[in-house]
């Protein structure tokens, strides 16, 4: 039965060109559509997952990594001296004016960390060293973000705020969807850039106890309890809550993925992808179905019963199946990595993913079986003698 199958699907090459072209469109849509539902969530988290943090110490107040109040540098210092704390670090994380050469506006996050320090460091850099951020109004920017920033490179320059911002490094794929341009710095430096009455004469200086930052990174000795850990900080410092690193993460996740509408969008798109996919492969089937209609007649005139005949058109649906999967998720692993490379776009596809797109697509397509199924078991065996 094999053989009648791979017949029938191979006869009319343009018809089974058309199928494998909507599978593939099927196939790539709920790959890229879930890939980039997941890119997207995993992006809104990139600096909380890039740093070496236990414990992140935040406001009480915190929503998310974006919509938090401001903790005292002080507080860094009171942090260090509760028991089974390694190691703590101020962490500044501000939305900023930018200003190219030409007077251009447009907007970055700007993050502040300690270039000396161990909890939080830029990834993937290509040019530069941390140690560069201690020069005085010193960046590290993404390469993908040289255009926007109408910048050109190292040594190049534009303003945040009012005050200069000269590139000194680089990094590749340092960017997320929903933070956008990432610019990194001291936190000398952005404690500077976060001062409403810095001008063009200020220079950056030591942060004091008043001065705000927005998150305490903190190292738990080795062994120690985290729960417990949180519990000793929160006591410690009042009006400020303790994440584990996971916590903090998934608290972030689920606020963008539930406030923000993006993945039902994009589970919309899965969604019309599939209907798409069974549309065409239900057509492509059901007209093979009618093509050979007296050939299944013929079959069950010798005596094959309906279940040898389902088998036709079934392995017919899972040939179609494996065809349309195999190229159609190589073109969606290329576009990841086009993205990635090019857009810092992170579409996310693990081998748990591509399995389940293929799970998905053999259901399409045998699903989409059922209506060529029920053509052929209406079939009367005497349509063989019927002129």
């Not at 000194?168 to 952005?190: C, H, P, R, W």
């Not at 998934?250 to 509408?261: A, D, F, H």
């Not at 693990?350 to 199924?373: Q, R, W």
């Amino acid at each position: 039965m094999a053989s009648i199958a791979r017949k029938n699907l191979l006869q009319d090459i343009p018809r089974f060109l058309v199928a494998q072209a909507g599978i593939m469109f099927a196939v790539s849509l709920v790959t890229i559509q879930t890939g980039l539902q997941r890119g997207f969530a995993s992006s809104t988290s990139v600096l909380i997952d890039k740093s070496q943090a236990d414990i992140w110490l935040a406001s009480d107040k915190m929503v998310h990594l974006d919509l938090t109040l401001p903790l005292t540098y002080e507080q860094v210092s009171q942090a260090r001296n509760v028991a089974g704390v390694d190691l703590a670090e101020a962490f500044i994380y501000q939305g900023k004016l930018w200003r190219d050469k030409n007077d251009k506006l447009g907007s970055v996050t700007l993050i502040g960390f300690d270039p000396d320090g161990k909890l939080f460091s830029p990834w993937n850099i290509t040019k530069g060293s941390v140690k560069d951020l201690k020069q005085p109004f010193s960046i590290f920017v993404d390469e993908t973000s040289l255009e926007g920033l109408n910048l050109k490179g190292v040594g190049d320059s534009g303003k945040i705020q009012a005050l200069k911002a000269n590139v000194v490094g680089l990094t590749q794929g340092a960017k997320s969807i929903v933070l956008g341009d990432l610019v990194f710095t001291s936190l000398e430096n952005a404690n500077t850039y976060g001062n409403p009455l810095a001008d063009t004469t200020s220079t950056p200086k030591v942060l004091e106890a008043n001065d705000r930052v927005t998150f305490i990174l903190v190292r738990a000795k080795p062994g120690e309890n985290l729960q417990s850990l949180k519990k000793r900080l929160e006591t410690a410092l009042p009006n400020t809550r303790a994440h584990t690193q996971e916590e903090m993460a998934q608290q972030t996740q689920e606020y963008w993925k539930e406030r923000s509408g993006i993945g039902f969008i994009l589970g919309l798109g899965a969604v019309v992808g599939i209907i798409v996919g069974v549309v065409i492969v239900a057509q492509i089937l059901y007209s093979s179905a009618s093509d050979h209609i007296k050939e299944f007649g013929t079959l069950k005139a010798m005596g094959a019963s309906d279940w040898v005949i389902y088998r036709v058109i079934i392995e017919q649906a899972l040939w179609m199946a494996v065809l349309g999967y195999i190229p159609g998720m190589a073109l969606c692993l290329g576009v990841a990595a086009w993205t990635a490379a090019t857009q810092s776009i992170v579409i996310l596809i693990t081998p748990v993913s591509a399995a389940t797109v293929f799970g998905i697509t053999v259901v399409m397509c045998v699903g989409s079986a059922i209506f060529a199924i029920q053509k052929v078991t209406r079939v009367d065996p005497a349509i063989v003698f019927k002129a």
